[in-house]
């Protein structure tokens, strides 16, 4: 009898995970100007609830988790990591209330303050950044952003 | 001579009994999903009434002022209760049936805070959030909520502001680059008031220092955009957030960076409610494709249907 079922329950769950939608993960690196992004993300906009997205590490790879296959926008955005200068001065007035408690900013690394450097804003909407991916399994794409 | 045992005995033996008690345990197993359904489905409704009765509310506010309600001056001092009273959420209030809040007299912002912040609206909270009503941290409480009026397309749009805009690109853009106040309404909306949203649903922050419905600065506690880049300002403190985001499922579970997008704790979705007064269900793929379009009152884009 236990010969019989284990095959059985084997089968099933192949079955089940093969039914799942096809999905892979993106990897790659991400430079502007031929110069390696230090800190943000990439974002992938595949059709699901949410955008996909991937941080970019310190030397400007990134990996992008379960993304649908087939031809997706994408867009980059490196927003001033935490305690650099430029994240200091941007307190807008309408934002300030003096009794709101903030979590404790936690400064990035070291080489992250220091390699970071600004991108266009437009790369962060993927309406406007005119980046598209074309998804297959296994592939790595690197985004070169001019 | 006495039967040593009685010869018809009366009453339950205990494997009985215990097999009695097992198919009822089993039958209340199997309602008990069935009744937390129809919780559910109850709360949902509830939740898209709510949206319904601020949709009719801003309607009734549009007839008596012939505008739409401004959301926070900008450029007021910090002890200013008008940061707080010239913002859709404490203007709507006669209109939802909360007179008695609105008709108190407010000098300063101590006596705001004292009077009003704690006050739970019913119509601002949604029941199928299962976060508390109020923020206690401070004294008083602040109340928090699960509405946020939609503002436009892009939070940036307010400092750089599209062509024929002067400010936000919503209809509840009610102050411009300066903090005076722009006059949006009916006519204002060329986009059509069905192609226009009023209302969405964003819980309130997990560590609940967002979502102060009444208290708003107002920056994601009663105003949200319908995209939010990293160009944005960022909330102090949070980091790790995919950029750019729209109205989206949240994180598993919901963090800090889904205070910035709308989202609901319905499945797979949430309403909105339009500037029309009627209330849509949007499954969160429409959040680039509809939400984006459908935020702004003038710029004349195509919505897809979903």
Redesign the interface.
Known sequence: MMCLIRPAVVAAALALTGCGEKTTDVTGKVTYKGKALVY??V?I?D?????K???IQPDGTYRVSGVRLGVHKV?V???PP?GSDA?KK?T???????????????PAPPEVLKGWFAIP?KY????KSELTMDVKPGQPFDLDLK | MRHPFPRSRSGFTLIELLVVIAIIAILIGLLLPAVQKVREAAARMKCSNNLKQLALALHTYHDANDRYPPY?P??LG?TDPKRYTENWSFLLLPYLEQTAIYNQTIPDRTTYDNLVRHRVVPAYVCPSNPQPTTYT??TPAIALGSYLGVTGRQR?DWKAPPAGFNADTGIMAVTDVNGGPIKVNVASVTDGLSNTLAFAERPAAV?Q?WGWILRG?P?LDSIGWA?F???D??????????????F???LNPPS?CDTYHFWSYHT?GGNFALGDGSVRFF???A??TVI?PMSTRAMGEVVPNE
Request: proline letters at 10%.
């Open positions: 943000g993300n974002a906009l059709g699901g609830p949410a955008p997205g991937g941080a867009a955005s490196s927003a935490p994240t941007s807008d007035r309408r934002d300030m209330d003096d009794e709101r408690t903030t979590a404790p900013v936690i804003d962060g909407d993927p309406a | 926070y900008k450029f910090t941290g401070a940036s560590d220092q600065s920056n995209q880049t990293s160009a300002t960022q909330i102090s403190g949070v980091t790790g957030c995919v950029f750019p985001m729209y989206q499922a949240p800090m797979g499954r969160y793929q959040g680039p984006v």
